[in-house]
């Protein structure tokens, strides 16, 4: 399901429709990672857009961290726009205890797991009245490293005047309870926490630092990696993000790879999300020959997943030498680098798409293998220029299935893409305005000028004379079974690679959310006339349904 976008609802009298301007192309390079971090909040997607960012909110490089590697490499390989979720399994947040006046102590928890969430917290009671003995002033901090002396504070929250009584306007557990740093666990004591010491002497201000009982829990599985749809976890967490055009899920470790289970659950989220899966070739492809034999009973096929051999070399450091690695981040950095020189359906040079300096192919692979690995789906990483070699198209993974020719090509499936996400928010204002030939009107001329856009970069393979793309939008797809359902729909297309054929979707918007599917409208339709009487034709059968 495609994220809901607001827009302010503008009187009928206003411009057609209310606020629709111009559809914004989505972005296609950026990048959603879903797995194992040091640290930072868990099932709660964050934008990142240095390296630098993720070390901060996250942790830096950990070795059982593959994506730790995984992201390092996206940033190396040109992408600049990242977004992270982290997964854990079991993990244990870390605890405060503050001991109170009377006796006892004030406990808190964080919110998240791990070893490396250092928290700490501060009391005094300034400005609290002489006899109001419940109150105090509370302060939270997350801090770069261990130890009362560490100076870098990473987030902080100021709880002002907070009380222990049960009865109190700004009762500790209420206040607490929207906190981004921790909670109160069990019952406050009957009495305010007391002062803690200075935290060098003469100073100031002193700090409670947390106990040293966080623990960064197992490795990962393919059921944390899926999460749960209902609660946001996993993978499904990415539903509450922004768009987004690639997902990289890195191994669960660098002996286990990523289950069928999870690529299946994730290829169709991606479809929802009209998002771009990056699929590491399996462990045991560490050469050629291994490769094309396991290339013939490879059993996950998706025309919204690619996949590119080999693994990768690249630099660790933490252990100080080359390793070897699953390389979808660097694919993806490299995807969204080459995004930058041109619309991801416009062919570039081969130069382009090499990876950068510091990373190389685990393994050689000549042009023959190559070319019965594309035949699979398979792309070939590339690290050196070769004059000779003839730029190969990439594909998706889609080979072997029975579906449309130019999805088995990564640019036209990428092109597909962008053209859907783009045009699904776009027209989400759609469903604010009036379900009437004014608001049916507006948005087809809106989609038109966007698709004109793509036209006048040749994005859409037209013969000569053929029409290049159409937009339908009236009462035919509107009618008032549409208006009770509190549906609002539009149908566009645009030429396929083989003369007289079109791609065409079916845009839904609902106030749950919106759906973009692929419907049929024409086999062959050889001119403009044709076009339309198959699309009337198609409209009448109520639309069959592609995928």
Not at 37 to 47: F, H, I, Q, S, Y
Not at 165 to 188: F, H, I, K, N, W
Not at 436 to 449: D, L, P
Not at 497 to 507: I, N, Q
Request: with cysteine; hydrophobic share 45%.
């Amino acid at each position: 399901m495609v994220e809901a976008l607001s827009y302010d609802l503008l009187p009928e009298s206003l411009a057609p429709a209310g606020s629709q301007g111009a559809i914004e192309r989505a972005s296609t390079g950026v990048t959603a990672f879903v797995g194992r971090t040091l640290k930072g909040p868990v099932d709660e997607p964050r934008v990142v857009e240095s390296y630098a960012d993720y070390q901060r909110l996250f942790g830096g490089l950990w070795q059982p961290s593959t994506l730790s590697y995984a992201i390092e490499q996206y940033f190396e390989n040109g992408g600049r726009r990242a977004i992270v979720v982290r997964v854990v399994n079991g993990g244990r947040p870390p605890t405060i205890s503050l001991p109170a006046e009377g006796g006892g102590a004030l406990q808190l928890v964080g919110l998240s797991p791990g070893s490396r969430e250092h928290l700490r917290a501060s009391v005094d009671y300034d400005g609290i009245p002489a006899g109001e003995h419940d109150c105090f002033n509370l302060v939270l901090q997350r801090v770069g490293g261990p130890g009362a002396g560490s100076g870098l504070v990473e987030e902080q929250e100021i709880h002002r005047r907070v009380s222990v009584r049960p009865d109190a306007s700004r009762y500790v557990v209420e206040q607490l309870a929207q906190s981004r740093l921790a909670r109160v666990c069990g019952t406050p004591p009957a009495t305010r926490p007391e002062l803690p010491p200075p935290a060098v002497p003469g100073g100031l201000v002193g700090y409670r630092l947390a106990n040293n009982d966080g623990d960064d829990g197992l490795p990962l599985t393919d059921y944390d990696l899926i999460g749960s749809a209902q609660a946001g976890t996993g993978l499904f967490a990415l539903a509450r993000a922004p768009a987004f055009g690639l997902l990289c899920i890195p191994p669960l470790s660098r002996e286990q790879d990523v289950g069928a289970s999870t690529l299946l659950v994730a290829a169709r989220f991606c479809h929802e999300r009209q998002a771009m899966l990056v699929v590491d070739p399996p462990r045991e492809w560490d050469i050629p020959a291994a490769a094309l034999a396991g290339s013939r009973d490879w059993p996950f096929r998706a025309d919204n997943a690619v996949m590119y051999f080999p693994r990768l070399i690249a630099p660790d450091r933490l252990r100080g030498r080359d390793e070897v690695f699953a390389a979808c981040g660097a694919v993806a950095g490299m995807l969204a680098r080459t995004d930058e020189i041109a619309p991801p359906w416009v062919p570039i040079e081969r130069d382009a798409v090499m990876l950068r300096p510091r990373f190389r192919p685990a393994c050689a692979v000549d042009d023959a293998v190559r070319a019965r690995l594309l035949q699979a789906g398979i792309n070939t990483l590339t690290a050196i220029r070769i004059a000779h070699r003839e730029p190969d198209t990439p594909r998706t993974l889609a080979t072997g299935n029975v579906v449309a020719t130019d999805w088995r090509y990564l640019p036209a499936r990428r092109l597909a893409l962008c053209l859907a996400q783009s045009i699904v928010a776009g027209t989400r204002w759609m469903l604010l305005a009036h379900n009437g030939e004014r608001t049916w009107q507006a948005a087809r001329a809106q989609v038109e000028a966007f698709l004109e856009t793509f036209a006048q970069q040749a994005a859409f393979p037209a013969a000569e004379g053929q029409q290049e793309y159409f937009v339908v939008c009236d009462a035919r797809l509107n009618d008032a079974a549409a208006l009770a359902a509190g549906r609002i729909a539009l149908l566009y297309g645009y030429a396929a690679a083989r003369a007289g054929e079109y791609h065409a979707f079916l845009v839904t918007h609902r106030t749950a959310g919106s759906q973009v599917r692929s419907v049929s409208v024409n086999r062959f339709a050889t001119s403009g006339r044709r076009v339309e009487e198959e699309i009337e034709t198609a409209l009448l059968r109520g639309l069959a349904v592609v995928a």
